[in-house]
């Protein structure tokens, strides 16, 4: 077993992409299991640390965007890594199959609508990915109403300006003071296929399962050409792809917690600095509510948990 880190994952452009380079699975021996949720639940909390202050600072905002086959992961991913994060700082939006209002604009608009606020963390289980995986698997472009110029090119070229355009609208964010982290959760068929089997075993899964999840596992070879093409074209320096083995889950979920804290120790948030007269603003505010109790700081004979909850 060879360990991977994150730089391991990255993916930013230079050079040809292979996804064969990049293992669904890395055998993390069972016994060291705690070690690493211990470490995700480290990466939780300062996670939530940077967070306070980039909502607080709130000049930068950051897409972190999931991509994966069905079963990879992505919800519990969400579920377990984001847990100690403050709901107020965070939006989450999942791309489904586009309404016919979203198929009547531009790929991009629903995407956009959803962006979070400069300061938060908007969180895409799926995103306009979708629109080069599934779209170009099932040949869906070509059921859009759309003028003939446009869909008068080849394939390839019809995908071809749509990762251009993606790399536009990411260079866009990048300098409207956005990060997008990407993240391909990488499972393998033989992985997928066994939670399948536990979803339909389960019936509290049950509920996550539809039938057509395995007409499309046939289309599997289909979707990794796509992936791979995809994260080959889309891939930068400031938009890197992280390909992270997902076929032990707690082992994907530190790792995306890494590429998480990393992302936001690289926005390098500050709580704001008062300037001087604010600060004198604030001196003569607590003059005043201290003369309210004839100058007597009576904070000390609170139960001192009260503060601490805060
Ligand atoms: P799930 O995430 O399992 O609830 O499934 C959502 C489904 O919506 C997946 O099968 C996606 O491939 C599909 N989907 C998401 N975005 C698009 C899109 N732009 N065009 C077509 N299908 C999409
Ligand atoms: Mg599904």
């Not at 403050?86 to 609508?113: C, I």
């Not at 251009?164 to 300098?175: M, S, V």
Request: proline content about 4%; charged content about 35%; aromatic content about 10%.
């Amino acid at each position: 077993m060879e360990f991977q880190e994150l730089k391991d994952c990255r993916f930013d452009g230079s050079g040809h992409f292979k996804l064969d380079d990049y293992p669904t699975d890395v055998h993390v021996e069972k016994r060291l299991r705690p070690n690493f949720e211990a470490l995700t639940e480290a990466n939780t909390q300062r996670m939530a640390e940077l967070q306070d202050r980039l909502y607080a600072e709130g000049r930068e905002g950051v897409v972190v965007i999931l991509q994966a086959m069905d079963a990879a992961g992505k919800d519990s991913t969400i579920k377990h890594v984001m847990s100690g994060i403050n709901p107020q700082g965070v939006t989450v939006a999942s791309f489904k199959q586009p309404s016919s209002e979203e198929l009547a604009h531009d790929f991009l608009w629903r995407a956009v609508a959803r962006l979070p606020r400069r300061g938060c963390i908007g969180l895409f289980n799926r995103s306009y990915y979708e629109d080069v995986l599934v779209v170009r698997v099932h040949d869906l472009q070509k059921t859009y109403r759309m003028p003939k110029r446009v869909l008068d090119t080849s394939k390839d070229d019809f995908f071809e300006q749509r990762y251009r355009q993606i790399r536009d609208f990411e260079r866009y964010l990048w300098e409207n003071g956005y990060r997008v982290l990407k993240i391909f959760l990488n499972v393998s068929s033989a992985e997928q296929r066994r939670r399948f089997l536990d979803r339909i075993d389960d019936e509290s899964k049950n509920w996550k399962f539809s039938s057509s999840d395995v007409t499309e596992r046939q289309l599997w070879p289909k979707y990794m050409e796509a992936y791979e093409q995809c994260i080959d074209r889309t891939a930068t320096k400031e938009a890197p792809w992280y390909v992270v083995p997902a076929d032990q889950k707690f082992y994907a979920r530190w790792l995306v917690s890494e590429a998480i804290v990393r992302t936001l120790e690289a926005c390098d948030p500050h709580y704001p600095e008062l300037p001087a007269e604010q600060r004198d603003d604030l001196e003569t505010a607590r003059q005043g509510l201290l003369s309210e109790t004839g100058g007597h700081d009576d904070r000390s004979e609170r139960d001192a948990t009260e503060r601490e909850n805060n």
